[in-house]
């Protein structure tokens, strides 16, 4: 019982946090989940992670823009999405000004960089350090997180 408390309070607390709380688009738990699906809603809002492999966005190729599902802001152009194996949509950079990132120390031993959408806080995905040229960057991102736009 009193670790259950415990674990709440910090939830809230880190909920609270000035950073969270500046983003440009705010929207209640509710509102979120009228919005989203149950998948997209652990994704983007819970940090989940969606199955490798279940994304219909992996494989598009074509020019456009990906947007934020839950903002629509512009986050990454297809010329930068590039073929990782791993089963889910990888980009070597973001566009300006489009995401923040945080540290995630939620697996054991392992500090990843954690990746949202700048404008209204929705957790993307994690970059890691195995990407290919330019940036040797891989930002691995849920399909469930994005929109794709044709140019
Ligand atoms: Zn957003």
């Given amino acids: 019982m009193k670790r ?3 674990l709440t ?6 909920l609270a946090t000035p950073a969270f709380a500046a983003f440009e688009v705010q ?3 509710a509102e979120w989940k009228a919005m989203l699906s149950d998948l997209e809603y652990a994704v983007m809002r ?3 992670t969606e199955e490798a492999f279940s994304s219909p966005l992996n494989d598009i190729t074509e020019p456009g ?4 599902k839950g903002c629509d802001q512009a986050l990454y152009d297809s010329a930068t ?9 990888s980009f070597t950079a973001p566009l300006d000004n489009a995401i923040e990132t945080k540290e995630d120390r939620s697996f054991l031993f392992q500090v990843r960089t954690e990746c949202h959408c700048d404008r209204c806080g929705s957790h993307l995905g994690h970059i890691f350090d195995d990407g290919p040229p ?10 469930a ?4 736009r044709p140019a």
Wanted: glycine share 10%; aromatic share 12%; with cysteine.
């Fill in 4 to 6: 259950r408390h415990f």
């Fill in 9 to 14: 309070t910090t939830l809230a607390a880190t």
């Fill in 27 to 29: 929207r209640s738990k």
């Fill in 46 to 48: 819970e940090e989940a």
């Fill in 65 to 68: 823009i990906f947007h934020c």
């Fill in 81 to 89: 999405k590039f073929k990782s194996g791993t089963g889910w949509p």
């Fill in 134 to 143: 330019p940036t040797g960057k891989r930002h691995c991102l849920n399909g």
């Fill in 145 to 148: 997180a994005l929109v794709f």
